[in-house]
């Protein structure tokens, strides 16, 4: 297969013109952009970043540097050495009071109070709760829940006796009379008074109304 020459001689020179004028177009201003805005910052950088920092370094950098070094740091040394001394010489001071006092007082009564107090309370405690769950709590517990099942066991046989020997019959028998009693006389009913209206009435309507229309009432 024959390679397909991709050089810029294969390219027609009628087209090749103007792709490379609208590159320069298109691709110089923003290189000259970029070159103004590389100059610019060269110029800010040289004329006024590089006096504003030495500024800062000679006006406030180097004192506030010799004020830490010279006015507080010995200060805050020769204060933290200080305190340091009078803190070591009131802990050697009473350090030894204070060991005695905890070896020989504080300990022997903590032991004292926790041997003959605190322990016996807590055994008292213990024991008194002991009892009264397993004697009174548990007891009472077991009771109210055997009662409980009991009263609903009571109650469920109850309820399903008045219903099957007293609710169920008297449903049964108020559907039975109205069935057989209520039921055809109010269908009766309903059927007279039906033929009543279509009967008598609506005759009687309408005779009265043509009687009233002759007359010239209406």
Same mark, same amino acid.
């Given at each position: 297969?024959?390679?397909?020459?991709?050089?810029?001689?294969?390219?027609?020179?009628?087209?090749?013109?103007?792709?490379?004028?609208?590159?320069?177009?298109?691709?110089?201003?923003?290189?000259?952009?970029?070159?103004?805005?590389?100059?610019?910052?060269?110029?800010?950088?040289?004329?006024?970043?590089? =006096?504003?920092?030495?500024?800062?370094?000679?006006?406030?950098?180097?004192?506030?540097?010799?004020?830490?070094?010279?006015?507080?740091?010995?200060?805050?040394?020769?204060?933290?050495?200080?305190?340091?001394?009078?803190?070591?010489?009131?802990?050697?001071?009473?350090?030894?009071?204070?060991?005695?006092?905890?070896?020989?007082?504080?300990?022997?009564?903590?032991?004292?109070?926790?041997?003959?107090?605190?322990? =016996?309370?807590?055994?008292?405690?213990?024991?008194?709760?002991?009892?009264?769950?397993?004697?009174?709590?548990?007891?009472?517990?077991?009771?109210?829940?055997?009662?409980?099942?009991?009263?609903?066991?009571?109650?469920?046989?109850?309820?399903?006796?008045?219903?099957?020997?007293?609710?169920?019959?008297?449903?049964?028998?108020?559907?039975?009379?109205?069935?057989?009693?209520?039921?055809?006389?109010?269908?009766?009913?309903?059927?007279?008074?039906?033929?009543?209206?279509?009967?008598?009435?609506?005759?009687?309507?309408?005779?009265?109304?043509?009687?009233?229309?002759?007359?010239?009432?209406?």
């Amino acid at each position: 297969m024959p390679k397909v020459d991709q050089s810029s001689e294969s390219v027609p020179a009628w087209l090749l013109w103007p792709v490379r004028a609208i590159a320069v177009v298109v691709v110089l201003p923003f290189r000259l952009l970029l070159a103004a805005f590389e100059f610019i910052g060269d110029l800010l950088y040289r004329y006024v970043g590089k =006096p504003l920092l030495w500024l800062w370094h000679w006006s406030v950098v180097v004192p506030v540097s010799w004020v830490w070094r010279t006015l507080i740091v010995p200060p805050a040394v020769w204060l933290g050495k200080g305190l340091l001394k009078v803190l070591a010489f009131v802990l050697a001071l009473f350090a030894v009071p204070l060991t005695w006092l905890w070896e020989n007082v504080l300990v022997p009564a903590a032991e004292l109070v926790h041997q003959w107090v605190l322990r =016996p309370i807590g055994i008292a405690i213990a024991v008194s709760f002991r009892f009264l769950w397993e004697w009174v709590v548990a007891p009472v517990g077991r009771a109210l829940l055997w009662f409980l099942e009991l009263g609903w066991t009571g109650t469920s046989w109850v309820f399903r006796q008045i219903y099957r020997f007293l609710l169920r019959p008297i449903g049964l028998a108020i559907a039975f009379v109205w069935r057989y009693t209520f039921a055809p006389v109010f269908r009766a009913i309903g059927h007279a008074w039906r033929w009543t209206v279509d009967e008598i009435l609506r005759p009687a309507g309408a005779a009265v109304r043509s009687v009233l229309s002759a007359l010239g009432f209406r």
